[in-house]
């Protein structure tokens, strides 16, 4: 299991693998750590994923693009 990219912001970490074995292996390596840390995992759809407030654009991967991404999100209102 090779960990190709590290980056790390706060509590969100981006990590790049080769394949998804390894990148599995590596969540559930990291889940085993401590009982009371429980780590979540995203993958890529069609070749895009958001982290923080980026969308990572995976099409090219010589040069991969960026925007920037907001979640959608609900309001409630209580009267």
Do not use: G
């Not at 980056?7 to 390596?29: G, K, P, S, W």
């Not at 099409?59 to 925007?67: E, Y």
Request: charged share 25%; aromatic share 18%; hydrophobic share 40%.
């Amino acid at each position: 299991m090779k960990v190709l990219l590290y980056r790390r912001y706060v509590y969100d970490t981006y990590c790049l693998f080769d394949n998804e074995i390894d990148a599995h292996l590596f969540h559930d390596y990291l889940n085993t750590r401590h009982n009371n840390m429980k780590f979540t995992m995203e993958n890529e759809v069609d070749k895009k994923l958001p982290f923080l407030d980026i969308l990572i654009d995976n099409s090219n991967p010589i040069s991969p693009h960026t925007s920037i991404f907001q979640k959608k999100f609900f309001f409630w209102f209580v009267n």
